[in-house]
């Protein structure tokens, strides 16, 4: 089964540091970029970050709101993605989305369940 | 910065065709991918490059692009339609951008 699974989410104070992890299978992991993509309560999606494939040198991107304070990395021998997030703030609070991009297709095509990250004191 | 632009809400009778729009720059020069969330619930990708779809995604749904504009189009709408609906492009300086995201109600 094609999937994506998303674990580390939880609650943070302001300032500190969190990491969530996703664990893929069912599907070749390592031809794949892999994005984090968070949705605040009852808003809209909102793409957070990038780690590209061995070919494109496993290089990152990532999104002007977390950029300096969030991490992208990958272990393509454990079939994982890792999002370290650091001095977090209150507006970081959503529900993460661990989600692959389809060589082909250039979208989406695999999502996780995601993970729900509270930052608050 | 690359904006896309949604309708808030979109309401169809129940089997009537509903469109949803995605409105940016020159959007016909991307590549156009459509998701579809449903309440709990991760995205789903329905359509892909502007007018393809995944495998087990019904062929009710379509999509174009032109000009400004980026329509999804959902035929013989069913309740099991219901659902936000969100565009997405790649721009080579904002990266990754989704459309606000559009409330589809099946009336």
């Known amino acids: 089964e094609v999937q994506l699974v998303e674990s580390g989410g939880g609650l943070a104070q302001p300032g500190g540091s969190l990491r969530v992890s996703c664990a893929a299978s069912g599907f070749t992991f390592s031809d794949h970029h892999m994005d984090w993509v968070r949705q605040a309560p009852g808003k809209g999606l909102e793409w957070v970050g990038r780690v590209r494939d061995k070919d494109n040198s496993y290089t990152t991107d990532y999104a002007a709101s977390v950029k300096g304070r969030f991490t992208i990395s990958r272990d393509d021998s454990k079939n994982s993605v890792i999002l370290q997030m650091n001095s977090l703030k209150t507006e970081d609070t959503a529900v993460y989305y661990c989600?692959?991009?389809?060589?082909?297709?250039?979208?989406?095509?695999?999502w996780g369940q995601g993970t729900t990250v509270t930052v608050s004191s | 910065s690359y904006g896309l632009t949604q309708p808030l809400s979109v309401s169809v009778a129940l089997g009537q065709t509903a469109s949803i729009t995605c409105e940016g720059h020159n959007i016909v020069g991307k590549f156009v991918h459509w998701y579809q969330q449903k309440p709990g619930q991760a995205p789903v990708l329905v359509i892909y490059?502007?007018?393809h779809r995944p495998s087990g995604i019904p062929e009710r749904f379509s999509g174009s692009n032109s000009g400004n504009t980026a329509t999804l189009t959902i035929s013989r709408a069913q309740a099991g339609d219901e659902a936000d609906y969100y565009c997405?492009?790649?721009?080579?300086?904002?990266?990754?951008?989704f459309g606000g995201g559009t409330k589809l109600t099946v009336l």
């Open positions: 989600a692959a991009t389809s060589p082909s297709a250039g979208a989406f095509d695999i």
């Open positions: 490059r502007d007018s």
């Open positions: 997405q492009v790649w721009d080579y300086s904002t990266y990754v951008v």
